[in-house]
């Protein structure tokens, strides 16, 4: 009696093991999956202006709680971040776009007013990286991806020089929108307005 109950614990001992191998291959696979539907998004040639919106996250500040939303205005320069060493053609590099950086501030307690900020404004090339880490592309955009903002020093020069700092969004991206500029008089013509974001009123 005793031998076979041993041998319908150790049956299913294996089947709880390979029940468990299963799960664990689906979650990755899921995990995978979700890594590979990052799409990214080249910047359209004539781009003037994008701006991007992060995913809501909490944010504490003096003893407030927050849901908080940024905001990413990234203007095109004529400067690149271009090497002599890498790059013969100085048409050729990653842009460098002046960057506004607004943290919008929803307290949670409503009785609470809101508030919205400018955080920052600096030079940087762009790049987007998936959250884990696994797949990076440079001057795209994309739902989902973590924003990846490497400073750079621009002047006389066409080309700019990285300071080694990076700044990193706080919450993966939830949407962003193309602008371009065709002239001082013909207004704003949105190349790209992408779901999600409604229109706003076109502005000079």
Known sequence: MHAKWKRVFLWSSVGGLTLGTVA?????ARKRSQTRTLQFRKM??????????????RHSEQGTDYSARDTYILE??????????????RSGGSTIYHITLRRSLDPVEPALPGKEVT?????AAVAVEDPDGRQRAQNVVARGGIL??????????????????VHRSAAPI???????????????????LEEGQPAQPASP
């Open 174 to 192: 939830l949407n962003f929108r193309f602008e371009s500029f065709p002239g001082a008089d013909a207004g704003v013509r949105r190349e790209t």
């Open 119 to 123: 955080l920052d404004r600096f030079y």
């Open 148 to 165: 990846i903002l490497s400073k750079c020093l621009v002047g006389g020069a066409a080309n700019g020089i990285e300071t080694g700092e």
């Open 24 to 28: 664990a291959a689906i979650i990755g």
């Open 76 to 89: 095109t320069t004529p400067f690149k971040l271009w090497s002599v060493l890498e790059l013969p053609d």
């Open 44 to 57: 359209p040639s004539g781009c003037s202006r994008v701006t991007l919106w992060t995913q809501r996250f």
